[in-house]
Structure formats: structure tokens, C-alpha cells
């Protein structure tokens, strides 16, 4: 079974562009979350997808966008880069909701380095 | 009443030793408890989770132990190996929310 799979691995964008970043759940998943980790700063929630609908939502500004396919699969857009977007971003996909108890499997992310 | 807080920050261990991360937890609807293992450049990978209704739960080297009173649960690593040495994140999820902690570094000396 093909895990949640994350792509591109590895970018480079130029401070003032934007980034869409893509994430392949495992099959059968329904849910879908995003995260965003830098250095020292741990895992900060940006969004949970679940049937095509956001359901929760982090603390970030309105620069940060996702949406989720009728397929589960998922995007996340970042607009108006800013050095301090630079981080990993990671993806994460479970059965149903996250709250509900159920294991959440991580993609090995998306390095983005914003300059 | 969100949070779950985790410590310690880092942690050194001599190789065969017994490593232990704490987490401490406010929100009793939380009923799902895994910990995460994340290796420098890879995605956190689930390592062990426990549901309230069990004290301690073992896989192998790692046991995690839980006191549902004090709402407290803890990640013990026995014999801990240098290939053990990684960042390890709690988590609590139940009542549509999931919580990280903030990590624990983890390196064990050999």
C-alpha cells in the first residue's frame, strides 16, 4: 500500500511568488491535514480537508490556502512568499477525521526555501 | 486546554540506557494518544499509540505509559540505541482535535 506522497520534495521560490505544493493520501483515506515545520518550532497546524471541505484551521494568515479533490487528494498554496515560509511542509493523511482517534500517516514533506 | 505539553526539550542517553519522554494533557476529550518518530529530512512516522482504557502498552524496546487521573503519558525507549536518536513527538486527538506536542531531540551516545 503507497503511503501519502508529497510532491515536489524540494523547491526554491523567490520572495513575492507563489507555491502550490500537492498530496497524494494513502488509498481509502478521506482526511487530509497540512503542517508546517521549522527548525526549533515544532508541527504548526495549517488545515484539515475532509470530504472536500475544510473542517479546521490553524493559526496563519490568509496567504495560506488549501483545497481537497472528490479523488481526496490535496493542495496547499502558499501566495506572496515571505523568507519565513521557508520550512518543511508536511502532509498527513488518515481514514476519517483526525479528531475521531484514527492514526495519521505523514508524507516525507515538501522543502520549501524561499529567498 | 488544547495544548499538550512535552518534555524534555532534548535528551542525551548513553547507549543501553532508558530514555524518557514525558506529555501532560488538559482536554479529557482527547482519547487517542500516539507518539511520533521523525528522522532529520524524513516525515514523522507513527512509533506506538494507546487509548485511555490501558495503563501501558509495549512494542519491543518502546512502551508507552499512561495515567488517565493525571492525565499524563509517557514514551520510555529501553536500551536505547544510537539508531534511536531522532526527534519524538507526543500527540492527544479525540472531540475532532489533534495536538502535538513540541518535540523532544533525542540523542543517544555510543
Known amino acids: 500500500k503507497a503511503g501519502v506522497t508529497q510532491t515536489p520534495r524540494y523547491l526554491i521560490k523567490t520572495r513575492g511568488q507563489q507555491v502550490t505544493l500537492s498530496c497524494s493520501p494513502i488509498?481509502?483515506?478521506?482526511?487530509v491535514s497540512w503542517y508546517q515545520q521549522t527548525p526549533g518550532q515544532g508541527l504548526q497546524f495549517l488545515f484539515e480537508?475532509?470530504?472536500?471541505?475544510q473542517r479546521n484551521k490553524g493559526n496563519f494568515p490568509g496567504r495560506f490556502s488549501g483545497r481537497q479533490f472528490s479523488n481526496s487528494r490535496s493542495e496547499m498554496n502558499v501566495s506572496t512568499l515571505e523568507l519565513g515560509d521557508s520550512a518543511l511542509y508536511l502532509c498527513?493523511?488518515?481514514?476519517?477525521?483526525w479528531g475521531d482517534g484514527n492514526t495519521i500517516y505523514f508524507g516525507e514533506g515538501s522543502w520549501l526555501t524561499v529567498v | 486546554q488544547q495544548q499538550v505539553k512535552q518534555s524534555p526539550q532534548s535528551l542525551i542517553v548513553q547507549k543501553g540506557g532508558i530514555s524518557i519522554i514525558n506529555c501532560a494533557y488538559e482536554?479529557?476529550?482527547?482519547?487517542?494518544f500516539p507518539w511520533y518518530q521523525q528522522f532529520p529530512g524524513k516525515g514523522p512516522a507513527l512509533l506506538i499509540a494507546?487509548?485511555?482504557?490501558?495503563s501501558e502498552k509495549k512494542e519491543g524496546r518502546f512502551t508507552i505509559s499512561f495515567n488517565k487521573s493525571a492525565k499524563q503519558f509517557s514514551l520510555h525507549i529501553m536500551d536505547s540505541q544510537p539508531g534511536d536518536s531522532a526527534t519524538y513527538f507526543c500527540?492527544?486527538?479525540?472531540?475532532?482535535?489533534?495536538?502535538f506536542g513540541a518535540g523532544t531531540i533525542l540523542r543517544v551516545k555510543s
Open positions: 498527513a493523511s488518515s481514514l476519517s477525521r
Open positions: 482536554n479529557t476529550a482527547f482519547d487517542y
Open positions: 494507546i487509548r485511555p482504557d490501558v
Open positions: 500527540a492527544a486527538s479525540g472531540g475532532n482535535k489533534l495536538v
Open positions: 488509498s481509502g483515506h478521506r482526511s
Open positions: 480537508y475532509f470530504s472536500e471541505t
